[in-house]
């Protein structure tokens, strides 16, 4: 005899009253909106009020990136309305987005403030460049040219002014004292100058201690010039600080170069000598 107390459930079901359930049916795209329980099942997004269907095209999920919609790349661009996502490098002009251009051997092409580069030459014209490095030239007063060398060595060219000057005119003679007294004093005059003449070098001797002015005398008016003393024996050679330092232009009056000489010795007398060197140039 059969166990009464097992107990089978049995549902029955009227084919004609709807379930709770969906219809089991094949995945397929451009499925029609099922009505389906809470569980897992097709993808929906909460809005914050609703659930919303996963939208897509083709079997690719949309989603909103944030980026504006792609557009071709072209100069005076419009400013875009765009995260902060790395794209395309442009640059602002002021007004619009424009391509930033380079090439393949630089890159990004950049305005160094440098003028464009050129072929050196000779009597190139004066460029408006910054205060950068740059080949050595040297300016002719007109145009720039290259300074030459020859086997790394700088060639220099001496010019009037920066080797020596041959005089003109030149000329010299000799003045004297015999027997000036102790503590006396005398004037050595050169020769009456006939043209503008430059002193270019007194020498004074005497066997005796002596004290020297020099002066220069035009139209009979004397300048001194320098003070010199010189000893015993000894010869002392003045010089101006320039060749055209110290002259003497031809007047109707007396016009020479002047030593006033004064024997600094307290007790004899001697002979003094003084010779002066000029020329017109």
Known sequence: MADVRVRIP?????????????????????FANPTALAVGAFLMFWDGANWDRASGAGGILSVDTELPAAAALSDNFANPTAPAVGAFAMLWDGATWDRWPGNSVSGGLVDTELPAAAVLADNTANPTVPGVGAFLMGWDGVNWDRISAVAGVLQVDVLSGGGEVLPTGATYNTASSAALAAGASA????????ETEYIAQIGITSSVAFKGVIQEVNNGVAT?????????????????????????????????????ITNMDTSQAADFYATFYYQNN
Not at 10 to 19: A, I
Not at 187 to 194: G, K, M
Not at 227 to 241: D, K, L, N, Q
Not at 244 to 257: E, H, L, N, Q, S
């Open 187 to 194: 004037n050595l005059d050169s020769a009456e100058i006939v």
């Open 224 to 260: 001194s010039v320098d003070t010199i003393f010189g000893r015993a024996g000894e010869t002392v050679t003045w010089r101006p600080a320039h060749r055209r330092y110290v002259d003497v232009a031809a007047t109707a009056g007396v016009d020479v170069f002047r030593v006033v």
């Open 10 to 30: 049995v549902s029955v079901v009227d084919p004609t009253t709807p379930t709770t359930q969906a219809g089991v049916a094949a995945l397929t795209d451009n």
